[in-house]
């Protein structure tokens, strides 16, 4: 079991940061050939997921993180069992990340969607320090674990919640996230906002999957600020959800705006389908503030240019698909529920 201490932890992330920011020609085939396992990870999205975890393991923030958290050097940690979601390409890392940094021991239910990743990413953090090579391993059964963090639907996590209930656990369910426009944005704003609608194709729990717009917006701008991601519709999965949304939208005469390859629809639920992107008119702020707030427990982040006076995370447009060592799933933090674990 790894014994090293924060400066030696800091050392070794930030050394892995910087070989997963500038990937060797190894680790590129290994991006490359993903599109065989998984029809969603395209290079370019595979790469954006890798190089996005390089970034986040850089010294000023692992530093900045880990001063918050008392980690156990001399007791042994616990068995944490991690079932991993396979949405979007490394999503499950940073739950491994803060096993391994409390000192715990990573029993790793990889989803078959981003098995290979992930292991090959541990490949590289032993060559970098050998200890962790005891202190995870991969399983397709978990058993004799001390606690849960499992990741999934909100179908999954009632079965999550029946097996795994009588040991400390966190499961999270379906979220989604949202934009809250003005109508004062500029193309570079709105441009910026296509990321938090496009990368990963729409399918992570970060991604926006509606507009909050005021009463009587007009959506030409916004269509003609985000064109240049028109290209995402030749990706034939992608565009069988498109077609097929589409279909449904016209026969059953739903009123809906369509820009060839996005399709708008008023609509008061979060979770669009893919290819799809719901909106709702508000009347004033404090409205749509007051509608956030309710709607808090469904939603992981919110894109805005603006200060909100609510209780999920905000976010700069763009920046969604970018979160920061310390922006926890949920708003649950998982480095002081591992923390407690250890010691315990």
């Given at each position: 079991?790894?014994?090293?201490n924060?400066?030696?932890?800091?050392?070794?992330?930030?050394?892995?940061?910087?070989?997963?920011?500038?990937p060797?020609?190894?680790?590129?085939?290994?991006?490359?050939?993903?599109?065989?396992?998984?029809?969603?990870?395209?290079?370019?999205?595979?790469?954006?997921?890798?190089?996005?975890?390089?970034?986040?393991?850089?010294?000023?923030?692992?530093?900045?993180?880990?001063?918050?958290?008392?980690?156990?050097?001399?007791?042994?940690?616990?068995?944490?069992?991690?079932?991993?979601?396979?949405?979007?390409?490394?999503?499950?890392?940073?739950?491994?990340?803060?096993?391994?940094?409390?000192?715990?021991?990573?029993?790793?239910?990889?989803?078959?969607?981003?098995?290979?990743?992930v292991?090959?990413?541990?490949?590289?953090?032993?060559?970098?320090?050998?200890?962790f090579?005891?202190?995870?391993?991969?399983?397709?059964?978990?058993?004799?674990?001390?606690a849960?963090?499992?990741?999934?639907?909100?179908?999954?996590?009632?079965?999550?919640?029946?097996?795994?209930?009588?040991?400390?656990?966190?499961?999270?369910?379906?979220?989604?996230?949202?934009?809250?426009?003005?109508g004062?944005?500029?193309?570079?704003?709105?441009?910026?906002?296509?990321?938090?609608?496009?990368?990963?194709?729409?399918?992570?729990?970060?991604?926006?999957?509606?507009?909050?717009?005021?009463?009587?917006?007009?959506?030409?701008?916004?269509?003609?600020?985000?064109?240049?991601?028109?290209?995402?519709?030749?990706?034939?999965?992608?565009?069988?959800?498109?077609?097929?949304?589409?279909?449904?939208y016209?026969?059953?005469?739903d009123?809906?705006?369509?820009?060839?390859?996005?399709?708008?629809?008023?609509?008061s639920?979060?979770?669009?389908?893919?290819?799809?992107l719901?909106?709702?008119?508000?009347d004033?702020?404090?409205?749509?503030?007051?509608?956030?707030?309710?709607?808090?427990?469904?939603?992981?982040?919110?894109?805005?240019?603006?200060?909100?006076?609510?209780?999920?995370?905000?976010?700069?447009?763009?920046?969604?698909?970018?979160?920061?060592?310390?922006?926890?799933?949920?708003g649950?933090?998982?480095?002081?529920?591992l923390?407690?674990?250890?010691?315990?």
């Open positions: 079991m790894s014994k090293l924060k400066s030696q932890l800091i050392n070794v992330f930030s050394e892995l940061g910087l070989q997963l920011s500038n060797n020609q190894k680790l590129l085939d290994l991006i490359d050939n993903e599109k065989q396992y998984n029809a969603w990870f395209n290079m370019e999205n595979v790469l954006r997921a890798v190089t996005a975890t390089g970034h986040a393991l850089n010294k000023p923030d692992l530093t900045k993180w880990l001063v918050n958290y008392a980690l156990g050097e001399t007791r042994n940690g616990k068995r944490i069992g991690l079932i991993l979601a396979g949405n979007i390409p490394m999503v499950g890392f940073h739950d491994i990340l803060c096993t391994l940094v409390t000192g715990n021991y990573a029993l790793i239910k990889a989803s078959s969607q981003d098995a290979r990743l292991r090959y990413v541990l490949e590289m953090l032993t060559a970098i320090e050998e200890s090579k005891d202190q995870y391993t991969f399983v397709e059964r978990l058993e004799n674990f001390d849960i963090i499992a990741t999934g639907s909100n179908n999954t996590s009632r079965y999550f919640e029946y097996y795994f209930g009588k040991v400390p656990h966190i499961i999270r369910k379906n979220r989604n996230s949202i934009a809250v426009l003005t004062n944005e500029t193309a570079e704003q709105l441009s910026s906002l296509g990321h938090d609608i496009f990368d990963y194709f729409g399918l992570g729990c970060r991604n926006v999957s509606k507009l909050l717009v005021p009463k009587g917006y007009i959506f030409n701008f916004f269509f003609e600020s985000i064109e240049h991601y028109q290209p995402i519709i030749n990706h034939h999965k992608y565009n069988n959800n498109y077609d097929y949304n589409k279909s449904i016209l026969v059953n005469s009123k809906h705006l369509d820009n060839g390859f996005l399709l708008l629809k008023e609509d639920r979060l979770a669009s389908p893919l290819a799809v719901y909106f709702e008119y508000y004033d702020l404090p409205s749509a503030e007051l509608k956030l707030n309710e709607d808090s427990s469904q939603i992981q982040c919110v894109a805005s240019s603006i200060h909100l006076n609510i209780k999920n995370q905000v976010v700069g447009f763009g920046k969604s698909q970018q979160p920061a060592l310390w922006d926890y799933a949920d649950v933090d998982t480095m002081k529920f923390v407690g674990v250890h010691s315990s």
